[in-house]
């Protein structure tokens, strides 16, 4: 923020042009001045800067004076030979990559908008607040004030991003009638937030529809009974509704990160709903002559303890999100929690409420094929208990050698399909204009560097080439534009002899106040004497290590004697790519301390530290094994695939609780009645929600954005480990431990066996 206000880089837009006759011909300047008229069209557009509208010095008869206006020497107004255009563009220290690409076959217009005053102005008073409260020193009024701005910089940010949105739907109709003779692409961080936006709307909409198809499908499939397709559907509905309208009401927002709370929450309710349904049929089955209140009523008593712990561990796992310190992170992991207990509370509510108005079902059969994988299960955990925990070992060493490899290396262009539009934009501009993430250098002239007399000295400006060129010369940087610049243009422009340090200070002070703003605002903060260096990386490079860069970066500039407080790294890249290794030092953090609280909790629920370490062990086992597989298989953490661990957890912690409480509940029968009797009834609500939810989330997998493909497959991979984990490795262990699990306090049964 300190760097925008300072340097003031306007908002833009960029259109890329590839006509395919050639660049410099009538055709396409007739195009060109075609599209940057619609452009300027729109209300908010304060001008536009294309490839006619700039000046061409080089070419100017009779060369430059004191009294030349540049707008005399673009090709709009002069005509130049097609000849001419290309030799003085060719190497052109400010126009390549940035307005023609070095093939000279596209171009690109840069439509600059108006900044909203109002929004401004409170960002320029929120700064200091900010920087207050960085430093420890702001106070209770501060504070108010802080949150008191933060709220209307919102309602303007959020009304501004409504206006974008608008701007950028009707720029692509304008732009279409010139796609019948040229590849035109748009470019911009707000394009990019727009089309991240959309596609997660769509999938949304499409897959969440096919989701929820899919579950219907399913539960018929599975139960063969309409109304163990209303009942589950009312619950997840309910609570659905019930959650989005609570936070609207809290005032909590989705993020990209929070965008599949729905679908967790989906997840939550659907567990609770099946676990009450298989413990309805059970006691249907036991007590055929009960009525309907009787098996309700003996439902809920069953499964009361059971649901209401796993609600309680659920949430201690997403409250470790809180510890993370990223805000969306820090809003996701208390949304999570705010769906949890609207999902227990609805659940439990309204599932009786409904069963109340239906008879009772008659006595059905559980399904063949799921009593028979039950069956194969609890037979492999009876005698094949020492091959099980010895593979549960070995993935577990695996896991925790995967999370080595682990590491958050992305980038915006990697979220796409090769085959979605946004993708070919990005990709085009990020190859032919120079990249596409910002990269700033700030240098602040040292008070020795400085001289009453001269805008820049001879020292200053030497440094600045050292630094620009340590910039260009990373692997991956693309365009570099900085005071270097001008100065390179003015050697070309004085027979190719560099101005000297008084030479320089005569021009800058000889422009009239606009121009020298619109020229070198953007570059050259004389006040606060610093330097700013725009830099953009290429995310298309091969084998991109963004990390790497910037540590060699900042080695180069410690080549160069510079000290870290001579300089400033900011913008979009290093914003990015600090929140991505916030990430995972938050994922390391939290899932240490959520081990730990679950430890704790599962302690305090048995009364038993044996039983507690053996009902983690699941837990521990899904979380790693799905992390360490995403290391081994090279995938990186991002803002949605941060969300696995969280959901590998609360969903073995489920069926962790609901599994135990039921094995203490049969453990006076002996090891293997308890496991079998734990499999039948548990075992199968733990089957039919993994299946469900697995199958549902791989259609994620034909989403064209890319996160969201790996969000529905590792998810459903998660469902799966957590299934194994709980079904094969959980029953091994209480079968070891069996005399501690007898020996706690068992809840009374009111359903009788």
């Known amino acids: 923020q300190v760097v925008a206000q300072r340097f003031a880089p306007q908002e833009f837009l960029l259109v890329a042009y590839a006509p395919r006759a050639p660049l410099f011909s009538p055709e396409s300047f007739e195009a060109l001045a075609s599209l940057a008229e619609k452009l300027r069209s729109l209300e908010r557009v304060a001008s536009v800067r294309s490839l006619l509208d700039v000046p061409l010095f080089s070419l100017a008869p009779g060369g430059l004076s004191a009294d030349s206006d540049p707008a005399e020497f673009s090709i709009a107004r002069v005509g130049f030979a097609p000849e001419e255009i290309a030799r003085a563009l060719r190497g052109h220290p400010l126009y390549v990559d940035l307005l023609v690409n070095r093939e000279q076959t596209a171009t690109a217009l840069q439509g600059l908008f108006r900044p909203d005053p109002a929004l401004e102005q409170l960002r320029a008073e929120q700064l200091p607040l900010l920087q207050a409260a960085l430093r420890g020193e702001l106070g209770a009024a501060g504070q108010a004030q802080r949150d008191a701005l933060r709220k209307k910089i919102a309602a303007r940010e959020a009304k501004l991003d409504r206006i974008r949105h608008q701007e950028i739907r009707q720029i692509r109709r304008l732009v279409a009638g010139a796609e019948e003779n040229a590849d035109v692409y748009l470019g911009g961080v707000h394009v990019l937030g727009y089309q991240l936006v959309e596609i997660i709307r769509s999938d949304l909409l499409i897959f969440g529809t096919a989701i929820a198809a899919l579950i219907v499908l399913l539960l018929g499939v599975l139960f063969r009974s309409w109304r163990w397709v209303a009942i589950p559907l009312a619950c997840c509905a309910a609570s659905v509704l019930a959650t989005l309208g609570l936070f609207g009401l809290l005032g909590l927002k989705a993020t990209v990160i929070s965008s599949n709370f729905i679908a967790l929450q989906l997840i939550l309710t659907l567990a609770i709903v099946i676990h009450l349904i298989v413990q309805y049929r059970e006691i249907r089955r036991q007590q055929p002559d009960w009525g309907q209140t009787e098996l309700v009523t003996a439902t809920l008593r069953r499964k009361l303890l059971p649901c209401l712990y796993a609600g309680l561990t659920t ?88 999370l080595l490899w682990l590491d958050v290396e992305n980038s915006f262009i990697n979220y796409f399909r090769d085959s979605t539009q946004v993708h070919q934009e990005l990709a085009f501009i990020d190859r032919e204009l120079g990249g596409t993430t910002a990269l700033d250098l700030v240098y602040r002239v040292p008070p020795a560097e400085r001289h009453p007399e001269l805008v820049l000295t001879a020292a200053t400006v030497q440094q600045l080439q050292r630094i620009q060129k340590a910039l260009a010369d990373r692997p991956g940087m693309g365009k570099v534009l900085s005071v270097v610049n001008f100065t390179e243009l003015a050697r070309t422009l004085n027979d190719d002899r560099p101005l000297t340090e008084y030479e320089l200070t005569a021009v800058y002070r000889t422009l009239e106040a606009p121009l020298r703003n619109d020229l070198l605002g953007s570059f050259f903060a004389p006040d606060q004497q610093e330097l700013r260096i725009a830099a953009r990386v290429i995310d298309t490079t091969p084998n991109l290590n963004r990390q790497a860069l910037l540590n060699d970066l900042r080695q180069d500039l410690a080549a160069l004697e510079l000290e870290a407080d001579d300089y400033t790294l900011s913008n979009l890249f290093v914003l990015y790519q600090d929140l991505l290794q916030r990430l995972y030092r938050s994922q390391i953090l939290t899932l240490g301390v959520v081990y730990l609280a679950l430890a704790l909790a599962f302690a305090l629920i048995f009364r038993s530290p044996t039983l507690a370490l053996v009902a983690v062990a699941p837990n521990v086992l899904a979380t ?54 734990s499999h039948a009834s548990v075992g199968a609500a733990i089957l039919y929600t993994s299946g469900i939810i697995a199958l549902g989330f791989a259609l994620l997998a034909f989403s064209d954005f890319v996160p969201s493909v790996l969000f529905g497959l590792l998810t459903a991979l998660a469902m799966l480990l957590a299934l194994a984990a709980n079904l094969l490795l959980l029953p091994v262990l209480l079968a070891a431990v069996h005399a501690i699990t007898v020996s706690g306090p068992v809840p009374a049964s009111p359903a009788g066996r």
């Open 624 to 677: 790693l094994l799905i992390l360490g597989l995403m290391g081994w298989a090279g995938i990186p953490l991002d803002f949605m695939t941060i969300t696995i661990a969280a959901i590998a957890m609360g969903i073995a912690v489920d069926d962790t609780i609901h599994y135990v409480h039921r094995y203490r509940e049969e453990a006076a029968s002996g090891a293997e009645q308890a496991l079998a009797r």
């Open 315 to 402: 949430s201690v796992g997403f409250a470790a999100l809180l510890l993370s310190g990223i805000a969306p992170v820090v809003s996701f992991g208390a949304m999570m929690m705010v769906a949890m207990a609207v999902s227990l509370l609805v659940s439990l509510v309204l599932f009786p409420a409904l069963m109340a108005l239906f008879g009772r079902e008659p006595v059905v059969a559980e399904p063949r094929l799921s009593g028979r994988l039950l069956q194969a299960m609890v037979a492999a955990a009876r005698q094949r208990g020492r091959v099980i925990g010895g593979v549960s070992l070995l993935l577990l060493l695996a896991g925790a050698t995967g």
